[in-house]
């Protein structure tokens, strides 16, 4: 891969607070990194899209304005979890080169708006798994970056737990 004096390509991983997307994270160390310590192949970025407070509250009447600070503070307390796990878990299989990002927004556009800034050779992102009918209302943000980012896109599902 990268040779001395070289910066090595980058690897973005986007996660939010599901169990699917640290299970990509997980992946993503587990495959790219841990079996090549301490030589990683990739620079990891972490890239954690915290929703807006007035996207969060979705439409909102009356009385918006007098709960939209507790909606703010509650967002930022989640993003904070969320990149802390996120960096423990990677210092606990000795990636400790891992830069995690709370970046404000839709989660489609930042991760590809981060795909650009940071000119990653990959992104990695977990599958909710959805349905045809829930991904046409909610959307997908594997499938919109799988579309529409400038790098390959590897989508990383959960096994099926058999009963």
Known sequence: MASEGESKPVMLVGIDDSEHSFY???WAVEHFFVPHAPNFPFKLLVVHAKPSPSSAMGLAGPGAAEVLPYVEADLKKIALRVAEKAKEFCVSKSVEDVTVEVIEGDGRNVLCEAVEKHH?????LGSHGYGAIKR???GSVSDYCAHHAHCSVLIVKRPKIKH
């Open 136 to 138: 046409a209302v909610l």
């Open 24 to 26: 990509a994270l997980e």
């Open 120 to 124: 990653a050779s990959i992104l990695v």
